[in-house]
């Protein structure tokens, strides 16, 4: 049961073109979404997060989109770089007591130059 | 400034040995997470504490134990390692909102041959 699916599995973009990373969900509790930038050979690090009050937050050359009614948020990376070069993974959570995370499968970025 | 530290960083094992993963955070923070990372799947959620002294099972519980030691360490268990188990473990911990994030460890791959 995949209750937040990524797309694409991979992605090339050129160096200072835009990179798009698309996320869905299917349950209609969740109420945080983050985005984490892992590299190779280290664990997952926060990028960006937004609540679903907000349907845009940016840091940067990074923004998140999101879509309530569609149940869909997004990752823009502006400006693209080869230090982006990462795997991206989106999630989602409800908050309580003991917030889980829910992560998509993964999106594997390479920034050529 | 740790953060979350995990040992060891890799280990090779035989089918039907056990090991412990150990744990342990300097931030704080009450909550502390098992995932395991596979390729095309994304991160899966194996066991969580919310608080010391609890703890809950995720999505991947099978074959797994868990013990939070105290509210700096939580400890992984494989009672009888299986080839299905070869995986990259990642521990994590957070405040009890997520708004926070998560801090990940460096993760131990680990191999069952």
């Known amino acids: 049961q995949q209750q937040v699916k990524q797309s694409p599995q991979s992605l090339i973009v050129q160096k200072g073109g835009i990179s798009i990373i698309n996320c869905a969900y299917e349950?209609?509790?969740?109420?945080?979404f983050p985005w984490y930038q892992q590299f190779p050979g280290k664990g997952p690090a926060l990028l960006i997060a937004i609540r679903p009050d907000v349907s845009e937050k940016k840091e940067g050359r990074f923004t998140i989109s999101f879509n309530k009614s569609a149940k869909q948020f997004s990752l823009h990376i502006m400006d693209s770089q080869p230090g982006d070069s990462a795997t991206y993974f989106c999630?989602?959570?409800?908050?309580?007591?003991?917030?889980?995370?829910?992560f998509g499968t993964g999106t594997r970025l390479q920034v050529t130059l | 400034n740790a953060g979350v530290t995990q040992t060891p960083k890799f280990q090779v094992l035989k089918t039907g040995q056990s090991m412990t993963l150990q744990c342990a955070q300097d931030m704080n923070h009450n909550s502390m997470y098992w995932y395991r990372q596979d390729p095309g799947m994304g991160l899966r959620l194996i066991y969580y504490?919310?608080?010391?002294?609890?703890?809950d099972k995720g999505e991947v519980p099978n074959g797994y134990n868990v013990s939070r030691l105290n509210k700096r360490e939580f400890s992984l268990r494989l009672e009888s390692a299986a080839p299905s188990q070869t995986s990259v473990y990642f521990c994590a911990s957070s405040e009890l909102r997520t708004y926070y994030g998560y801090t990940f460890g460096s993760g131990t791959r680990l191999t069952v041959v």
């Open positions: 349950n209609t509790a969740f109420d945080y």
């Open positions: 504490s919310a608080s010391e002294g609890t703890t």
């Open positions: 999630a989602a959570s409800q908050t309580g007591t003991a917030s889980k995370l829910t």
